[in-house]
């Protein structure tokens, strides 16, 4: 072994033992140090956000040391849109500063399309809106002469927009043709037979005077009202004027 090498020995040692002291430090702190510093990292009371604006609940998050790390959305008929509906951990926990929360916010009511239905029966109409997720609310009946009876007519929100889930419609639901009469002339008929005709045709007498009159005889109808012509629905009442 020459001189030069000879020389160079002890400083290899001394690099040699410089290399292993750093390696030792590393192994202490990363075994040691690091998990005792982790250990006794600050505890911190996590906020109770729930019910609050999620920007509100964000920053008290924040202030308390604390990392939102995600934050969920659900619909919601009680919690308002971009209200915190829950959280994790809960409120008033003790945990380490920097935690992860996870945060659940209102997207609000959940909102569906109002189908179409005019021109289907009403109990098709209660099924199609059970399966949206509503229902049927005030059902008013009418006469109508195009819809067949128990028959959509009408209903209070239309096609096709959107209303809350759960919500109710109102429906206007036909109850058919309406019967109605064309009231004959009566004038000059005996009283008898005037009553006669009127109960065939589904009407009925209403009030009756008498009065005397030169042209016609006794027991005549000289005097009608509705006057001939007009149009009543079944069951309406004809006032007579009988002669004296």
Not at 58 to 68: C, K, N, Q, R
Not at 182 to 198: L, M, R
Not at 224 to 229: A, L, R, V
């Amino acid at each position: 072994m020459n001189d030069k090498i000879k020389q160079l020995i002890p400083y290899a040692i001394v690099l040699l033992s410089f290399i292993v002291t750093i390696f030792i430090i590393v192994i202490i702190l990363d075994l040691a140090l690091l998990p005792s510093l982790i250990h006794n990292r600050e505890v911190v009371k996590v906020p109770d956000v729930v019910g609050k604006d999620v920007k509100d609940a964000i920053s008290l998050m924040e202030d308390a040391g604390l990392v939102v790390a995600k934050i969920n959305e659900l619909s919601s008929d009680k919690v308002p849109q971009g209200f915190v509906i829950s959280q994790i951990p809960r409120a008033n926990m003790e945990v380490k500063k920097e935690r992860s929360v996870y945060l659940t916010v209102s997207k609000g009511q959940e909102t569906v399309d109002v189908p179409y239905l005019i021109g289907i029966p009403l109990r098709t109409a209660r099924v199609n809106l059970t399966n949206k997720g509503l229902s049927v609310g005030n059902v008013e009946y009418v006469f109508n002469d195009t819809y067949g009876a128990d028959t959509v007519i009408s209903q209070s929100v239309s096609y096709p927009n959107k209303v809350s889930y759960g919500s109710s419609i109102n429906l206007i639901v036909s109850k058919g043709a309406e019967n109605l009469v064309k009231v004959p002339n009566f004038i000059g008929s005996n009283y008898d037979e005037a009553v006669k005709i009127i109960n065939e045709i589904g009407l009925s007498v209403g009030n009756l005077s008498f009065e005397k009159h030169h042209t016609y005889i006794e027991n005549t109808v000289i005097n009608q009202k509705p006057e001939p012509g007009s149009t009543l629905k079944k069951l309406d009442k004809i006032d007579l004027i009988i002669s004296k």
